[in-house]
């Protein structure tokens, strides 16, 4: 959507598959939505005649399928039994600057390694003016290529010793894939913020942010990485054996922050992350939505028999809706799911309407109203979140060029009045429309141009979370709350460090 927090980025990685690099391509494909930016893939092999391990990269900018549009590549370029993969949007460092597309790749005095990194460093510029300071030389402007230097400075042996050090010395918000010559890392940071999944395919290893990247390539979901785990898969290991783990201990007290934003937004409706299917997450925001603001306190005309409608604003909203509806249902309350907002899917990213360039033209490039069931109808509107509402007030007012008898909101999460600084790309907190009518719901109502306007609570979000998946992990709710578990360099701009 246009009016919504980006998201970030998308990880994968594969060890010992003889197709690791087309897997690895699937699955970032799968994984698209975490990231438009750009895409790439690193993979290992030995070299017999250069007699040494080496790593062919393909990366650029643009969508998947794209960046490796030459089927060709798959065999000829990225060979090796090891691959990983990143899709970009970017948090930290320029979008526009080709340096910044992951992921990495290094040669040091103790081989090659590679990274994809999902997240944000909350201690990125202690780090880089540390760097600076000891004369170190920077190739890109993302705070990933901090945690290469760490590693590379590293005085330990071995080089897992040295990439446990790194890890000890970085905070924030961090999944990472991480290649070297002959293994396959995968880290979760110990606060949790970001999701990162273990799968088996064929019998061999794979990660990835989200399961729908299991899906599309037949691989078995194991388990979550657990915050603070350090997961290596060697090359040589067979496939009944275990990879070795290691555990990070958290800097800032001991409970998980997982980001509630996966459930509420970013992640597909088909995977699973934090253990638990985000379908079944949605479904009881919806139900928890109803329960706090059911149909028959929102609804104000009386319409004769023709039942309220609840349309959902596609695709991330569907499933919420569907849960409003049906605990309504369950209440005695009369209302009817409907589709009354059309998405065209094949918009993309650098779509420019000729002679216009508004929000509002960009909006109705990609929604359409279905007029014949709005039309007298009592509508109420559900979407996921509001971020500075005007996306929410196009399409609300194309919504009312159906001529609805009213219209209503109703969001199944908070008010967003916060930035996040673990690896979301939200506006200033100046723009955000909760903050800019000081958090006064009948102006921000007025604001988008609807009859009434509802959230859920922060309480609501958090126990219909809980209640859908009782494990034992915390979340981060920072954009909603302000409570930031993690401290932060509050005020560095993706931009910062860019010298044009």
């Known amino acids: 959507m246009i009016d919504k927090p980006r998201d970030y980025c998308g990880i994968f990685g594969i060890q010992n598959h003889p197709d690791a690099a087309l897997l690895s391509y699937y699955g970032l494909h799968a994984l698209q939505h975490r990231g438009q930016e750009s895409a790439g893939i690193v993979t290992s092999y030995y070299d017999e005649e250069k007699k040494r391990w080496v790593m062919p990269a393909h990366r650029d900018f643009g969508l998947v399928l794209k960046v490796f549009d030459d089927q060709k590549m798959f065999k000829n370029e990225l060979k090796g039994r090891a691959a990983i993969g990143h899709n970009r949007y970017s948090t930290t460092g320029a979008a526009r600057n080709p340096a910044n597309i992951q992921p990495f790749r290094v040669h040091y005095h103790k081989g090659n390694i590679a990274i994809g990194h999902n997240g944000n460093l909350a201690n990125a510029q202690q780090l880089r003016n540390r760097f600076r300071q000891e004369g170190v030389l920077f190739q890109s402007t993302s ?23 790194a890890l000890e010395q970085i905070e924030g918000a961090y999944s990472l894939v991480m ?83 996966e459930y509420v937004y970013f992640s597909r409706p088909d995977s699973k992350i934090f253990g638990e299917n985000v379908d079944k997450v949605r479904r009881n925001l919806g139900k928890h939505l109803a329960k706090e603001h059911p149909i028959n306190e929102v609804i104000r005309k009386d ?68 007029k014949g069931v709005i039309e007298g109808r009592s509508v109420i509107i559900v979407d996921d979140s509001i971020v500075r509402g005007t996306t929410s007030r196009y399409l609300v007012n194309m919504i009312r060029q159906a001529n609805p008898a009213e219209v209503h909101f109703l969001v199944s999460s908070p008010p967003v009045i916060g930035p996040c600084y673990y690896g979301l790309d939200f506006p200033d907190p100046k723009e955000l429309i909760a ?29 219909a979370v809980r209640e859908s998946n009782p494990s ?29």
């Open 472 to 500: 034992s992990g915390g979340y981060c709710t920072a954009c909603f709350t302000e409570d930031y578990p993690v401290p932060v360099n509050f005020g560095i701009g993706k931009e910062e460090n860019e010298i044009v």
């Open 179 to 261: 290649l070297t010559d002959d293994k396959l890392i995968a880290v979760r940071d110990p606060n949790g913020f970001r999701p990162l999944a273990l799968g088996k395919v064929d019998g061999s290893y794979c990660v990835a942010s989200e399961t729908c990247a299991f899906d599309i390539i037949d691989a078995e979901y194991i388990r979550d990485i657990d915050p603070g785990e350090v997961l290596v898969i060697d090359q040589e290991a067979g496939s009944d054996s275990q990879p070795d783990s290691y555990h990070l201990e958290p800097e800032y007290g001991t409970d998980t922050s997982q980001c509630i934003f």
């Open 143 to 165: 705070d990933t290529e901090l945690i290469l230097h760490l590693i590379s400075h590293s005085q330990k042996a071995t080089q897992i010793e040295q990439v446990l050090d």
């Open 303 to 370: 319409t004769g028999d023709t039942k309220p409608i609840v349309i959902s604003v596609p695709d991330s909203s569907n499933t919420a809706a569907l849960g409003y509806v049906h605990e309504n249902q369950k209440l005695g309350y009369e209302c009817k799911f409907e589709i009354g907002l059309i998405r065209n899917h094949y918009v993309g990213r650098t779509f420019i309407s000729p002679g216009q360039k508004s929000r509002e033209q960009k909006v109705r490039t990609k929604f359409n109203t279905v």
């Open 435 to 463: 903050n800019r009518y000081g958090r006064d719901i009948h102006a921000m109502a007025k604001e988008i141009g609807v009859d009434s306007l509802r959230y859920l609570s922060a309480e609501g979000l958090v126990e």
